[in-house]
């Protein structure tokens, strides 16, 4: 069977990379990187390839459309992969983040492979980007809380254990995170001094 | 009350302006509804999100349904447009090797005479390679797209330009690359690449065809017939956000709304331009006065006429070979005339006695016999005086 030609569009070198990596892993393919949106029309249809692979929330995929309706004769038609008999796969697809756009004809059973792994790869970036927003936000919660218990230690003559307790407290009695409480007393504090 | 949740996708434009300004000012409350506005990138994006039930409604293209129910994209459940949430916005921009040609013709940008920008525009060609004038538009299916071409339609530029896909937030800089030598965009992206030194605006898409329709509300056919009352109270709420738009002073808040972070995040002065029709044509500062560069519901702009859909189907029938008689009623049938009249009814929304007409036969707004009283239309004219029975093209 003849390698499959594959150009990927990320312009974030990491992820572009991770994408190739899990596509290597499906086959023998010849993948082409495209990471810069100026004359990707132009690049696309020079490499003439099998499969584009672009992510779904990408404003670039405004072009692709534009050359699956091109159809000059020295044009192969391109289409946007929405199978109705494997509706799952194109669900799971456009869920995880990645569209495809394939050449006209090409068999179902080698986009399917190919498909896999960049939906594996998306999920992987989603999972990654939801870990570092928890991060963060731990950080934050972590950052407002220490603020809110000197705020407390300094007003009331309390140690750090005790302040803590009293946020901890109030929290539980008004059924809200201790960081929001934390945020809350912050803010009047600023209000006050 | 429980508000039932609507998922709305937009894409960032002031002519979003309907579906945030419903949230935002409490119509969509007033009906019990709490909507969920979903930013989106592409309008590919959007028909994705829809045809894939991810989103309830879309703020979409209105030519895109369309080209949907031509056949011309994936094969997702039907698409129906329930009302126009905007006609005209849209703005004709060209690099600065073009501006300055036409300049020195002695062309002074007024924005306004499509005749004047036309004929400049030939004598500074030029100033690109020969036999190659490329414009960027955002979508392959928009009205802008229909603007250039209706624009050029009979010139020898018409057989000089090609068209090409360009995401508006890049439109700034394909025009500063050389990418492409003019574009047709929806504000605030116009005035973005004049404050980036990047264009001079040219023309008004209005000053072209007077009534273009920009912007509809497109639900899938599934989602107005299992959920009718949902689908009344959206277009409703939607509807008087769009009275609202159009009501005298409004249009500073509305730019204020629409700049905020979550929405465009973009400076209000930037948004403010095309929604008050105060436009700076180039960086410089020339401003010029379009009263009405965009409406969102003065002269019966949210009706959807049957016959737009007629007149925006030719022309996508005759690029792609498909037979006009057959896609000029498939074309017809998604714009919904009996849902905006079963829906609006009760919100008093002037319903014409006839749900399609004659396109492009008023020159200024007139008083026409509706289906209580009367209504006024506004001006639709083209520049160049075509007029578009869909009678004749289903035929």
């Not at chain 1, 498909?115 to 407002?144: N, P, Q, V, Y």
Request: charged share 25%; aromatic share 6%; hydrophobic share 45%.
């Amino acid at each position: 069977m003849a390698r499959l030609s594959i150009i990927v569009v990320e312009r974030d070198r990491e992820r572009a990379l991770r994408i190739v990596d899990g596509l290597m892993i499906s086959g023998d393919h010849a993948i082409t990187v495209i990471s810069e949106e100026t004359g990707l029309a132009r690049r696309i249809a020079d490499q003439k390839p099998d499969i584009v692979l672009i992510d779904v929330t990408d404003p670039s995929r405004d072009v692709l459309e534009e050359l699956a309706l091109a159809s000059g004769p020295m044009e192969r038609p391109v289409a946007m992969f929405v199978d109705r008999s494997d509706e799952q796969l194109t669900r799971a697809a456009i869920e995880a983040g990645v569209s495809a756009y394939v050449v006209d004809g090409l068999q179902p059973d080698r986009i399917k492979p190919i498909l896999d792994a960049a939906i594996a790869r998306f999920h992987m970036f989603h999972k990654m980007r939801a870990e570092l927003a928890a991060t963060k936000a731990a950080l934050e919660d972590r950052k407002i809380i220490d603020r809110a218990k000197a705020i407390l230690m300094k007003a009331r003559g309390i140690d750090e254990e005790a302040a803590y307790a009293l946020l901890r407290k109030t929290a539980m009695d008004q059924k809200r995170r201790v960081a929001d409480i934390a945020q809350q007393l912050v803010m009047a504090a600023g209000l006050l001094t | 009350m429980t508000l039932v949740p609507l998922r709305l996708g937009y894409v960032p434009l002031t002519d979003a302006a309907p579906l945030i300004v419903a949230q935002e000012l409490g119509f969509a409350a007033e009906e019990g509804l709490v909507f969920d506005l979903i930013r989106l990138q592409s309008w590919a994006q959007s028909r994705d999100m829809l045809g894939m039930g991810g989103i309830d409604a879309a703020h979409m293209l209105v030519p895109l349904p369309i080209a949907q129910r031509l056949g011309l994209g994936p094969a997702y459940p039907d698409f129906d447009l329930v009302m126009v949430l905007s006609a005209g916005g849209q703005a004709i921009v060209v690099s600065a090797a073009l501006a300055v040609a036409m300049r020195a013709q002695g062309h002074g940008f007024g924005f306004d005479d499509p005749l004047a920008a036309r004929s400049a525009l030939s004598g500074a060609i030029g100033a690109v390679p020969p036999g190659r004038l490329r414009v960027g538009v955002p979508f392959p299916f928009s009205t802008q797209a229909e603007l250039v071409l209706r624009w050029l339609d009979g010139t020898d530029l018409a057989d000089q330009v090609s068209i090409h896909t360009v995401p508006p937030p890049l439109m700034a800089d394909a025009l500063a690359s050389g990418e492409v030598d003019a574009f047709c965009v929806g504000e605030p992206w116009a005035s973005y690449a004049v404050e980036r030194g990047a264009g001079t605006l040219l023309l008004a898409g209005r000053a072209i065809w007077a009534a273009p329709p920009e912007k509809g509300l497109v639900l899938t056919r599934d989602f107005a017939g299992t959920r009718p009352d949902d689908t009344g109270r959206l277009m409703r709420a939607v509807w008087r956000a769009c009275r609202w738009l159009d009501g005298p002073d409004n249009r500073g808040t509305a730019a204020e709304i629409l700049s905020r972070p979550e929405y465009l995040n973009l400076p209000p002065e930037l948004t403010e331009r095309g929604l008050l029709g105060r436009l700076h044509v180039s960086a410089s500062g020339e401003v010029r006065h379009y009263p009405g560069f965009i409406r969102f519901h003065d002269g019966a702009a949210n009706f959807p006429w049957r016959s737009l859909a007629a007149l925006l189907a030719r022309r996508i029938a005759r690029q792609h070979g498909l037979d006009l008689p057959w896609a000029t009623e498939r074309a017809m049938d998604c714009f919904r005339t009996d849902l905006y009249r079963q829906h609006l009814r009760s919100a008093g929304a002037d319903l014409p006695g006839a749900s399609a007409r004659i396109e492009g036969s008023l020159a200024q707004a007139t008083v026409v016999s509706a289906e209580k009283g009367q209504m006024i239309l506004g001006a639709d004219a083209f520049f160049d005086g075509e007029t578009f029975d869909p009678a004749f093209a289903a035929r």
